[in-house]
């Protein structure tokens, strides 16, 4: 009995047969789509006990094949609109999308319609992840820590957009093309960083949404159409933020800070990877966001210990995302940096730019950060007020005993 | 040696809302239990049940047509193992996969009638 599967296979055909059948049905139909892929995999795993085909993919796909004539069939019953498929030329037509490089596009439309200006921002990460990536509900909310109702939500608000903006499912062309990649790679980022700076306990589940990114990045780079510099530069900067990792959580699954971080444990293949990448995505002379925090990251892993950072190299690097994306969070990084560098005056140029309620419910960063600065000029007492008003306000666990440990190092400082 | 049959009830997938990837785990689960209970050499049989079924009752034969969300404890399917008597099947039921879907394993023996 042959028992092994490729990992994610389940998953990542569920993405697959959505988009094609999608495709194939349009989007007016995308949930009996996605009831009927449901129900192919279902079936596969009871049938699939006893008896594993020899091609797993071959037999989904014609699963999914079979089940989009049934489908039809039903539908027809039902009398709803629908292109003419018979079993003639139209089901010869249907076979062609099932073929590799098709599959691909149709991947692509759907990550395209995902990130629909007409979606509203928020909605369209749980879209993609839904339909893109083959998340059920419960993984989205999960990963997003986030409530299933408000999964729901978003979701049934998507499709109800998608309906009443009557979305074509395709890739935009001409001028309307570069603005739509933008809000895709934002996208990806978003749901990359969702992985990377989650800190859910358990890791299987950062890894699978930075690795879901960036397998939808190589989806974007393998097509000529979607291929460009800053897609190269996002790619880069997710290979290097994934190469940390692991390194990230020690095995008591606390956060560790790049400070306190062992640097063997960091992954060089993907810094590699990540290299390429950046070759690529500097031969164009624009550069993007992604660009610039692609270097700095790169800059994080190019250092042999943390000592030995190139600090002024960051800095400028910041200023330069800064100016092209101006940001409280970047300035806030920037100070830390001057701390990190030993510029305090500089530093508190940047502090005095920023207001504790420019960072939402992020705050606790920024207090974070003014301790670490109070720390750093030995005014220890204020220094403890600003960790207290940093554990007033932070919501997540490890965050919370990280910043405890920082306390407890402060009062001993201060003694 | 005897033969039982291990009954699997309950934990229908279909109404459970798993989603790709957890029924991909689940299915790997029962490969590993599968293939353990091959090298062993006790495994005799067995099949998955579809949903749907049709039933027959009575002396009027009455015939109702049912999905599984209208029975309450369906069955999901069965392996045929042979082994020594209840309390070795009832090891080898430790790794069913569904118990945490609130899935149930009735063990019963099959019987041999003399010749």
Known sequence: MESQLIDHLFRHHSGKMVSVLTRIFGLEHLEVVEDA??????????????????????????????RVL??????KTEKKHLPNITLGTDAIAINELFLGSEIEDAQLRMIFTACHPDLDSRDRISFALKTVSGFSIKEIASALLTKEDTIKKRLSRAR???QTSQLKFNIPQGKALPVRLESVMEVLYLIFNEGFHSNKKEKLVRKELCGEAMRLCQMLLKNEHTRSSAVYALFALMCFHSARLDAKINTDNEVLDL??????????P???LGNTMMTKAVKNAAFSCYHYEAAIAAEHLR????????????LEWYEHLNALQPMPSHVLTMAVVCIQNNNLTRAKIYFDQLHPNDFAQRVYLYYGAKADYYTAIKAYKRAIKHIDLALNTVTNQLEKKYLQRKKSSLLKLEQ | MKEFMMIFIGADYADLGLSPEELQNRMGKWFAWGNKMEEAGILRGGNALNPDMRRIVGQNRTVTDLTSAEVKEIV???????????????KVAQDFPDYDLGGTVEIREIMVFDK
């Open chain 1, 37 to 66: 892929v449901q129900d192919t995999f279902i079936k596969a795993s009871l049938i699939w006990r006893n008896n594993p085909p020899e091609n797993p993919e071959a037999w989904l796909t014609k699963a999914a094949k079979n």
């Open chain 1, 70 to 75: 049934d489908i039809f069939r039903t539908l």
């Open chain 1, 160 to 162: 109800k957009s998608i």
């Open chain 1, 259 to 268: 400070k306190e971080q062992d640097r063997n444990q960091w992954h060089f």
């Open chain 1, 270 to 272: 993907l810094v590699e």
């Open chain 1, 303 to 314: 250092a042999l210990s943390f000592e030995k950072t190139n600090w002024n190299q960051i």
């Open chain 2, 76 to 90: 999901g399917g069965y392996y045929l193992v042979e082994a020594q008597d209840f309390d070795a099947v009832e």
